[in-house]
């Protein structure tokens, strides 16, 4: 039997979705070698299968990539690490919410969203006295009774919706400028958290068991 040496660098995704229980390593990782045709037999490597008793979500160790590649093609192979030590595969199941459902939700948030941005400002102006303000200065600038404070509050209205857009990037289906806007960066914050969560959750629980198998 011919045996293969040869170097392997992957890149370890830190968290992907998947639509099939069975899981390859192309799945999850970017692969590299300069063997082409070792190249696809890594990325077809099957790392973890999904059972009907298991979960929608599965922490995957690199260790446990490094086991299974060695073990569907040898150990003389140079493995070499370069993205995340854990991996946290979701199966997306089949079956999708309606379409009406969707929409419903969509409605429903917006609502609440307007209303409750809405409210926020009507309590901040109120609460500075936002309406005085401008009549004070537009008397002060006017030298007596004007109507200049009207102006004021048409600017001040558009400059608010206006600068809502700026800094949110995002109008309708398009953005602004390419950078991320602020949703995203808080929403990529969120999943980084959740994610971090999930694993230390799994470290936790395997804890007990690698106890057991080291005083085994």
Known sequence: MEHIK???????DAHVRVDQRQVRLKDMA???????????????VTVFSFQETDGEKEV????????AIYRSLGSDLQIHSTGSSDCLVDLISGKRPSGLWSHIQVVLVSLVTFF??????????????TAGLFDQISRQLAGGA??????????????IGVGVIFFFN????????QDPTPIEVQMRT??????????????RQESPEK???AKS
């Open 60 to 67: 995957i160790s690199i260790l446990y990539v490094y086991e």
């Open 190 to 203: 969120y999943e980084e958290d959740v994610d971090k969560a999930l694993i230390a959750e799994h470290d």
């Open 170 to 177: 995002h109008f309708g289906h398009g953005k602004i400028t």
């Open 116 to 129: 409750g941005a809405a409210f926020s400002i009507m309590t901040f102006n109120t609460d500075v006295d």
């Open 146 to 159: 004007s109507q200049g404070g009207q102006v004021l509050k048409f600017f001040y209205s558009l400059g």
């Open 6 to 12: 040869s170097d392997i660098y992957i890149k370890l």
């Open 30 to 44: 970017s692969i590299y070698c300069s063997d082409e045709e070792l190249t696809q037999r890594v990325k077809n």
């Open 211 to 213: 106890k057991e198998g």
